[in-house]
Structures are given as structure tokens and as C-alpha cells.
Nanobody, 114 residues
Framework: VQLQASGGGLVQAGGSLRLSCAAS????????ILWYRQAPGNQRELVAT???????NYADSVQGRFTISRDNDKNTVYLQMNSLKPEDTAVYFC?????????WGQGTQVTVSS
């Protein structure tokens, strides 16, 4: 099982980025996939969730700006981030729990300049 996160970068406030979480060794549509982020000095924060049934949930801080989605053909989960703010700056991770074990992607850095 592997999760490969990508798509981070440097963007100005108000801009957009799309993060990808490409999975191998399992089918993303079968499990709940989560996006977290961690800023320096802060705890890891849950940002968005998509269940096997396609239900989504978001942290209050990103509601209305971020969208989590899934492409079953590509076995990939996305996080579309719009109207980015400097406080969105963090390393973003995707995660899946399979058979009781938490698998994490390696993280992708998002930096939003003011």
C-alpha cells in the first residue's frame, strides 16, 4: 500500500492549487481517504474527508473553499483548494486506514504568500 501526494507549491493569496493523492496497492473507492495538514509548530489538522460512499466533510476553516473528490479510474483522490490564504500554508498529507493500519502519504508543501 502506498499513497503519493503531489501538487503543492507556492501561490499568492487568492490563488488555487490542486493536490493529488495517488494510491497503489488498494482501491481508493473502497476506503475513506483523508487530507490533513500541518503547519510549523502546530498539530496535524484534519482538512477534508471522502468516504467510500462519496460523502465529504470539511474543516470549518476550509469549508466553501476546498473540495475533495475522487477519480476511480485513476485511483486518485484530489483536494482542490481555491481562495487560498496565508494561513493555509502547511505540509499536506493524505491518509487511508486499511485493516486498522494508518497509511500516510509523504506530504506536499503548500505555501501561500500574502
Amino acid at each position: 500500500v502506498q499513497l503519493q501526494a503531489s501538487g503543492g507549491g507556492l501561490v499568492q493569496a487568492g490563488g488555487s492549487l490542486r493536490l493529488s493523492c495517488a494510491a497503489s496497492g488498494f482501491t481508493v473507492s473502497t476506503y475513506t481517504i483523508l487530507w490533513y495538514r500541518q503547519a510549523p509548530g502546530n498539530q496535524r489538522e484534519l482538512v477534508a474527508t471522502i468516504t467510500s460512499g462519496g460523502s465529504t466533510n470539511y474543516a470549518d476553516s476550509v469549508q466553501g473553499r476546498f473540495t475533495i473528490s475522487r477519480d476511480n479510474d485513476k485511483n486518485t483522490v484530489y483536494l482542490q483548494m481555491n481562495s487560498l490564504k496565508p494561513e493555509d500554508t502547511a505540509v499536506y498529507f493524505c491518509r487511508a486506514t486499511i485493516a486498522g493500519y494508518r497509511y500516510w502519504g509523504q506530504g506536499t508543501q503548500v505555501t501561500v504568500s500574502s
